[in-house]
């Protein structure tokens, strides 16, 4: 998936840059992607012990 200008794949690991608190992920906080939609732009990303669901990935602003 690309977005932004970079290419995401499952596997590469990602940081948190903006404080999410409806989802509990904090700026800073390093995660791995585990899943991508790439119909729907939606992202995975597991935290430590729990997974984070994306909707819209790159699409309006809630991702």
Same mark, same amino acid.
């Given at each position: =998936?690309? *977005? /932004? #200008?970079?290419?995401f794949c499952?596997?590469e ?9 409806? *989802? ?5 906080d $390093?995660?791995?992607?585990?899943? $991508?939609? =790439?119909?729907?732009?939606? $992202? @995975?990303?597991r935290?430590?012990? *729990?997974l984070? /669901? *994306?909707?819209? /990935?790159g699409? @309006? #602003?809630? #991702?």
């Amino acid at each position: =998936m690309e *977005r /932004f #200008g970079w290419t995401f794949c499952p596997g590469e690991k990602v940081m948190q840059v903006t404080n999410d608190y409806d *989802r509990e992920v904090y700026n800073g906080d $390093l995660g791995v992607i585990s899943g $991508l939609d =790439m119909e729907e732009s939606e $992202l @995975t990303v597991r935290f430590e012990d *729990r997974l984070v /669901f *994306r909707p819209g /990935f790159g699409g @309006t #602003g809630d #991702g």
